[in-house]
């Protein structure tokens, strides 16, 4: 019997901004994309449920080590709420549990929906992947088990009506929040405030940090580039490692500064803030990682690359 040949992954670098499709997992877009970029290693920032689609940013090789803080970025969804009903997993996939009449108009859904704006607290839903005693609660609530949550603080910037179809009982929202938000349980909420029941019929992620859905590429789209011109071809679609950090103060250091910041000793830089977080490059104008002002205001390594 032959011997399967291994393929050499290629040690590339930076973020995809993926439009995830319907009906695949954020696991699943990953693992999809760095087969067809042959990539040594990947990470997304955070979730979005297979029925979600959207902005997905894909973080490869250096890049995975500043995921964590995209994952803290606000969102900004799109999102068809079903009223009349709820189900198991409060989306269009789950069994349904109740129904009921709807009986509101636009007045009565706005007065609702100023219930849920700035900072409130959401109790997570079971169908999710936060764990209880090491098990995720999707796990759980598969097997028919129901186990307490606590509830959460988040926030909800800003949550707009954009359409009332009183022929087939749905709301379309837009909805800006902080991390840690679930649009399903904000839509079972919403549902339980106006007495008739609600879950998610459809679920659009437009925005996640610095990121939106111009210049999002899509599954197919790189499939096809792949198939005509390889691997290689979908490097013109990886952005820089600290794309998604552009909002934070950047500083250069010093060839000699460099050499010492990246083997992991604070250094003096002229011009770099009071405190707090900042990108760092060197001599040359390279990203070369992340560092915070220290008490004695020198910037600190936190996450380094090298360029090499």
């Known amino acids: 019997m032959a011997q399967q040949i291994k393929r050499k992954r290629r040690n590339v670098s930076g973020i995809i901004l993926l439009d995830k499709p319907l009906g695949v997992s954020s696991n699943g877009a990953l693992q999809k994309v760095r087969w067809l970029l042959n990539a040594a290693k990947g990470g997304h920032t955070g979730s979005l449920d297979p029925l979600a689609t959207g902005v997905l940013p ?5 890049a995975t080590k500043f995921s964590r803080y995209l994952l803290d970025a606000d969102k900004t969804y799109e999102t068809v709420v079903q009223l009349g009903a709820t189900t198991t997993t409060a989306d269009a996939e789950g069994e349904v549990l109740t129904q009921a009449a709807v009986n509101c108009d636009v007045a009565q859904i706005e007065t609702a929906l100023a219930q849920f704006r700035g900072d409130i607290l959401q109790v997570p839903p ?14 759980l609530a598969r097997s028919g088990q129901v ?3 606590e509830p959460r603080p988040v926030t ?4 707009e009506l954009l359409a009332f179809d009183s022929a087939v009982n749905q709301l379309s929202l837009r909805v800006h929040c902080s ?11 919403i549902g339980a405030a106006l007495g008739c029941g ?9 925005q996640a940090g610095p990121f939106t859905l111009e210049g999002a590429v899509t599954v197919a789209e790189l499939e096809q580039l792949h198939e005509q011109q390889g691997a290689e071809a979908l490097d013109q679609f990886l952005m820089a490692c600290d794309s998604g950090l552009h909002h934070w103060p950047a500083i250069s250091l010093t060839e000699s500064s460099s050499y010492y910041w990246l083997q992991g000793q604070p250094v003096r830089a002229p011009g770099a803030p009071a405190f707090g977080m900042l990108r760092v490059r060197n001599a040359e104008q390279e990203f070369i990682g992340i560092g915070e002002i220290d008490e004695d205001g020198l910037v600190a390594p936190r996450r380094v690359i090298r360029t090499e």
């Open 58 to 62: 894909l973080c490869f090789g250096e």
């Open 179 to 189: 991390k840690g938000t679930y649009i399903r349980t904000l839509a079972e909420d």
């Open 147 to 149: 186990v307490e949550r």
């Open 198 to 206: 609600a879950y998610v019929a459809k679920l659009r992620r437009t």
């Open 126 to 139: 079971m169908y999710s992947a936060l764990k209880k005693d090491g098990q995720p609660l999707y796990k």
């Open 156 to 159: 909800i910037f800003s949550l």
